[in-house]
């Protein structure tokens, strides 16, 4: 199919991008293209004009700074998977980046755009909300920082108005005796996610766990944070308590969709043992320092 009519504004910066988001009726930003351009094709959604940022310089690019790391909205995937000084400072973002569908995907999809786009069964949201990142927005009104845990609302629903562009997201770097690990399953490579998990995890100086954080994506109308079983580990000791954190983390999960792929029982199922693995590599890596 072709997608339905639509007027196609190309802004060079962010000034005139919030603009024309603020003057137009029934805009929708477009970046990469990877999620809206198939979704109009298939005219499972339509919009009268489209504002084309990916010729906006200013919203691409990685900055490192001491303790975090800025990522521009339009910087690609496949910039994040070649960054190796990424693959140290904010590893779980650059290793759930290979799940992301194949190569020719990567080089067009933006790391702001997934994030926008708030797809549960996503990547990046999982990270980005496990990691605590925050979300830059610009708007005529000015500029405003949200928390990740603040920034989804819905299926495919944020906290952003209208009128507001999605500039960056400043992810914050982990020191220590850290571990990292993204678990998933899919029917085939490259397909969303049927459920997946997240984690990072600190160790003290006598092995226990120090700070953890447990993203899930596949399991909701959202991606999740895991909160009882991260407060769970606090504490413990070894890869032993991966099968009690997987079932809290999975256990009181209200809202786990059912669909051709499998029922809300079997997605439960996967993600708790995606969460058991994701550990056991994350506390592996934490343990080797």
């Not at 521009?72 to 290979?98: I, K, Q, Y």
């Amino acid at each position: 199919m072709k997608p339905s009519s639509f007027e196609y504004h190309a802004p060079s910066s962010i000034d005139e991008a919030v603009s024309l988001l603020a003057e137009l009726d029934d805009a929708k930003v477009i970046a990469g293209g990877q999620s809206l351009v198939p979704m109009i094709s298939l005219r499972l959604a339509y919009f009268e004009h489209l504002v084309d940022v990916g010729r906006i310089g200013e919203l691409g690019g990685i900055t490192h700074e001491p303790d975090a790391v800025i990522i521009g909205a339009s910087t690609v995937d496949a910039a994040v998977e070649r960054d190796a000084d990424l693959a140290t400072t904010v590893p779980l973002l650059n290793r759930a980046t290979p799940f992301i569908g194949h190569f020719q995907i990567r080089n067009r999809g933006t790391v702001g755009g997934s994030i926008a786009h708030a797809d549960p069964a996503a990547e990046y949201p999982a990270v980005a909300l496990a990691l605590d990142a925050e979300i830059e927005a610009a708007s005529p009104r000015g500029r405003r920082c949200i928390a990740a845990e603040e920034f989804f609302r819905g299926f495919w629903t944020t906290v952003l108005e209208p009128d507001e562009l999605l500039v960056s997201v400043r992810f914050p770097v982990w020191r220590g005796r850290c571990g990292f690990a993204v678990r998933e399953f899919a029917r085939r490579h490259g397909d969303f996610a049927i459920a997946g998990a997240a984690i990072a995890v600190q160790l003290d100086d006598q092995d226990a766990v120090a700070r953890c954080a447990i993203g899930l994506f596949g399991l909701g109308s959202t991606p999740l944070r895991a909160t009882e079983a991260e407060r769970a580990a606090l504490g413990q000791k070894g890869p032993d308590i991966a099968e009690e954190l997987s079932r809290l983390a999975t256990a009181d999960l209200t809202d786990v969709p059912s669909d051709i792929h499998g029922p809300a029982k079997y997605r439960r199922r996967v993600g708790a043992a995606m969460v058991r693995r994701a550990w056991h590599d994350a506390m592996e890596e934490a343990t080797r320092g």
